[in-house]
């Protein structure tokens, strides 16, 4: 073989186990040395720059104001997932993401449904009632899970979310772990004090239903003893049958309801109908499924629950 020949065959082996070793990398580092953990959406991306600290480099998958459920992967998103440290993601939220964890990523892949007992789909009403994570086979667009995904907005479920997520930090990253485990621990503290404002600022209401674009407060109505009446189901993009909006309608003039509740991300249209239909008024209730205008999680939390101590006449 000639040496310029067996040159040529170095080089392309070397390439090509460069190639496989990025392929497998999934425990890459950013440009300055910081783990890298991606983010599916917003409240994701803000637990994990809680927990994570300045010793990681967190990405959002999700622009802001991009509605979360029609997420769609660009080729360099893929790849990330792919190299990142951790991924911090809700199976059932975001198909494509799914797709990707399981196709690339998914030993170093941190679904947040694991670490909380989950509510089951059940579309109109999701305030009562527990199941285990997993089951399989509900309706929607969400096919490969059975239970509410929007385990965010019940901030004692969260917080359990922050102290497991400080854990799988720990074990990506041990050379920081004690920090993980202590800035873990401070968000775990400030969500539970956000559940206690929860608690205390609905407790003497004397409405207790709310009526809502789709159905993402499941988890919130279930902490706080409130029924769940939504127009469409898990899915924001579902149109409501003409059935479904005089169903609403009816229950909500049997319930006193004076607010229908629409969303930034969601058209207003089908609300503002519902709302000169039953007599009400309409407010935004934020699901916090994009990073707020102003503020962070915990301030769009806050003013959710000014705006349903509002709607609900609590004292």
Not at 80 to 88: F, K, N, R, S
Not at 209 to 220: E, K, M, N, P, R
Not at 237 to 265: C, D, H
Request: glycine share 10%; hydrophobic share 40%; with cysteine.
């Amino acid at each position: 073989m000639s040496r310029t020949r067996s040159l040529i065959l170095t080089g392309a082996l070397l390439t090509a186990t460069a190639a496989v070793t990025a392929c497998g990398a999934g425990n890459a580092a950013t440009g300055d040395g910081k783990p890298a953990v991606m983010a599916a959406f917003y409240p994701l991306q803000w637990i994990s720059q809680q927990v994570g600290g300045a010793d990681v480099s967190v990405t959002g998958l999700t622009k802001p104001g991009t509605e979360p459920h029609d997420l769609e992967l660009t080729a360099r998103q893929v790849a990330d997932i792919q190299d990142a440290t951790l991924v911090v993601y809700i199976k059932g939220v975001q198909p494509a993401v799914d797709e990707a964890v399981d196709g690339h990523a998914s030993d170093s892949a941190f679904d947040a449904t694991t670490a909380i007992s989950t509510l089951p789909a059940t579309g109109a009403d999701e305030g009562h009632g527990e199941q285990g994570h997993g089951e399989q086979g509900h309706g929607d667009d969400h096919a490969d899970v059975s239970y509410d995904p929007h385990i965010w907005l019940d901030p004692s479920r969260f917080a359990t979310v922050a102290t497991r997520l400080g854990d799988q930090l720990a074990k990506a990253d041990p050379a920081h772990a004690a920090a993980y485990k202590q800035r873990a621990a401070t968000t775990a503290a400030a969500l539970t004090a956000l559940d206690g404002e929860y608690r205390k600022g609905l407790a003497t209401c004397t409405g207790h239903a709310i009526v809502t674009s789709h159905a993402a407060f499941g988890y919130l109505a279930n902490r706080y003893g409130l029924e769940q009446i939504s127009v469409s189901g898990i899915d924001p993009e579902t149109e409501p049958s003409p059935t479904r909006l005089a169903e609403v309608a009816n229950v909500a003039k049997q319930k006193n309801v004076t607010t229908i509740f629409t969303e930034e991300l969601v058209s207003p249209k089908v609300a503002e109908i519902l709302a000169k239909e039953v007599g009400a008024k309409t407010a935004v209730l934020n699901p916090i499924e994009s990073a707020p205008g102003d503020g962070d999680y915990l301030s769009a939390a806050r003013r959710n629950l000014e705006t349903l101590r509002t709607a609900l006449g609590c004292s």
